[in-house]
Structures are given as structure tokens and as C-alpha cells.
T-cell receptor, first 110, second 119 residues
Framework: QKEVEQDPGPLSVPEGAIVSLNCTYS??????FMWYRQYSRKGPELLMY????GNKEDGRFTAQVDKSSKYISLFIRDSQPSDSATYLC??????????FGQGTRLTINP | GAVVSQHPSRVICKSGTSVKIECRSL??????MFWYRQFPKQSLMLMAT?????????EQGVEKDKFLINHASLTLSTLTVTSAHPEDSSFYIC???????????????FGPGTRLTVL
């Protein structure tokens, strides 16, 4: 079993829809949670950072962490074609290394 | 802020030659940088962790003599692929952690990547 599980998709939704991306994990020591967006042939770009459980909102993006369920989510409101990318969840236990999910390929259709 | 650059963005070389890739943190200092490899439609595979002024720590299965890493300053790390072969063709991405911890604990800022093609 992988430490971090993420559905690779692909996920295709119409423009304006709310998108929900999720990851589950098995290591209860993880405390720091991140979401990265990666466009094709580019490096990942940090979208959201969350420490421990709770919600965090930044514009159209909301990150949720439920440590009791070992489950994290990223919500995208009013999705745009420019949001089409691969979204990677990443997490760590404060030991420098990040453990990444497989990435979910998302396409927003105009 | 938190910009990481990589050079070159793309390189094509002949089998048997060596290729050096540079990773620079442009607006912050980084004691720790990371090197990843990514295959098409797959996630990032950590190759090694590079700490300024000390030897890199390689992940299991990564040949340290083939992938030489040097982290000579707080803003520069280099990856040299020695005696490159076609199977080394891949997308190589570096990342850096801010010395001051901006962005949160363990947050890494990634470069744009280098596409290596070995003929």
C-alpha cells in the first residue's frame, strides 16, 4: 500500500463547476499538507499549504485536512479552462522530505 | 517571491557524454535542495537531497556516481548526469526549501524542469 493515494483520473468537468480533488494517506505522523499544480512540461507550483487539520481558503481554492480520517481535499470553485493541469498532493512529517500522490489530471471544458 | 530557476530547460546529447543541470534559488537562500525525476504521466521520484556544504543523500536505487550533485552555495545546486545513456532521458526537476521557512515547514519551491534527451 502506498503512503499516499490519489486517483490519477483523468477528471473532466465543464467550466464553472466545482472541482473536488482528494488524497488519502496512511502515515499518522504527517502534519504538513500541500497541493501543487503542474502544467504540462513545467515544474510544480505551490497552491496551498496547510498545517494539521482544518480548512484554508485562498481565492477560488479551498484546502481541507481531516487528520482523523487521514483525508485531504482541494476544492476549486468557478473552475476555468486555465485550471486544466495535474494536481499533486504532498505531505510530510517535518522531516524535510515530501511524499507525493500520483497526481490527478484535470481538464476544464469551455 | 520564492522563484527557482533551472538551466538548461532542454538538452539533447549523445550517448556517453555528461550533462550538467543548474538549479538556482533567485530570491531566497536554500540550505536544502532536492532533485527529482519525472516520467510521462507519473508523479515525482525523489533522486537525492542536497545540503549546502555537505554530501548529497541519495535515494535507494539511485547511482551516486552517475548522478553527481554539488551544492556549493545557498543559492546553487548542480546535477551532473555522467556518461548519459538513452535510458537517462527524462524530465529532471529541482526544488528548494527556504532557509527562513517561508511558505511553511517542508514546503518546497520547484524549478521549471529540464528535459534531457540522450540519443
Amino acid at each position: 500500500q502506498k503512503e499516499v493515494e490519489q486517483d490519477p483520473g483523468p477528471l473532466s468537468v465543464p467550466e464553472g463547476a466545482i472541482v473536488s480533488l482528494n488524497c488519502t494517506y496512511s502515515n499518522s505522523a504527517f502534519q504538513y499538507f500541500m497541493w501543487y499544480r503542474q502544467y504540462s512540461r513545467k515544474g510544480p507550483e505551490l497552491l496551498m499549504y496547510t498545517y494539521s487539520s482544518g480548512n484554508k481558503e485562498d481565492g477560488r481554492f479551498t484546502a481541507q485536512v481531516d487528520k482523523s480520517s487521514k483525508y485531504i481535499s482541494l476544492f476549486i470553485r468557478d473552475s476555468q479552462p486555465s485550471d486544466s493541469a495535474t494536481y499533486l498532493c504532498a505531505m510530510s512529517a517535518g522531516a524535510q522530505k515530501l511524499v507525493f500522490g500520483q497526481g490527478t489530471r484535470l481538464t476544464i471544458n469551455p | 517571491g520564492a522563484v527557482v530557476s533551472q538551466h538548461p530547460s532542454r538538452v539533447i546529447c549523445k550517448s556517453g557524454t555528461s550533462v550538467k543541470i543548474e538549479c538556482r534559488s533567485l530570491d531566497f537562500q536554500a540550505t536544502t535542495m532536492f532533485w527529482y525525476r519525472q516520467f510521462p504521466k507519473q508523479s515525482l521520484m525523489l533522486m537525492a537531497t542536497s545540503n549546502e556544504g555537505s554530501k548529497a543523500t541519495y535515494e535507494q536505487g539511485v547511482e551516486k556516481d552517475k548522478f553527481l550533485i554539488n551544492h556549493a552555495s545557498l543559492t546553487l545546486s548542480t546535477l551532473t548526469v555522467t556518461s548519459a545513456h538513452p535510458e537517462d532521458s527524462s524530465f529532471y526537476i529541482c526544488s528548494a526549501r527556504d532557509l527562513l521557512g517561508r511558505g511553511g515547514t517542508d514546503t518546497q519551491y520547484f524549478g521549471p524542469g529540464t528535459r534531457l534527451t540522450v540519443l
